[in-house]
């Protein structure tokens, strides 16, 4: 089992910025990668952010790139989503996933097989 704990989340006016961590505890060598997803009210949970734990390469969804940046502390076993230039259309529950089927895509939710409770980032105009 992973356990998977979000904070950061909060309310912000647009362009401004926030940081969401995301602290891993238990068998975080069962997966191989970290990821951020969101879900706006009434929509679908939508991919944002992945990185591996073992190497530096990252992707990310197009609405976010250039705005967002994904990293990692292994010594923390904590990964971190830095938002900047934040916007209303960003306002949404934030999910940090562990990934542990290297067979599916990263962007898709099946891949990942541990989620935090989220945390909610609201994007005021």
């Known amino acids: 089992q992973v356990q998977l704990v979000e904070s950061g989340g909060g309310f912000v006016q647009a362009g401004d910025s926030l940081r969401l961590s995301c602290a891993a505890s238990g068998r975080t060598f069962s997966s191989y990668a970290m990821g951020w997803f969101r879900q706006a009210p009434g929509k679908e949970r939508e991919f944002v952010a992945t990185?591996?734990?073992?190497?530096?390469?990252?992707y990310y969804a197009d609405s976010v790139k250039g705005r967002f940046t994904i990293s990692r502390d292994n010594a923390k076993n904590t990964v971190y989503l830095q938002m900047n230039s934040l916007k209303p259309e960003d306002t949404a529950v934030y999910y940090c996933?562990?990934?542990?089927?290297?067979?599916?895509?990263?962007?898709?939710?099946?891949?990942?097989?541990?989620w935090g409770q989220g945390t909610q980032v609201t994007v005021s105009s």
């Open positions: 990185i591996r734990w073992s190497t530096t390469r990252t």
């Open positions: 996933a562990a990934r542990v089927d290297a067979g599916l895509p990263y962007a898709k939710s099946e891949a990942y097989g541990y």
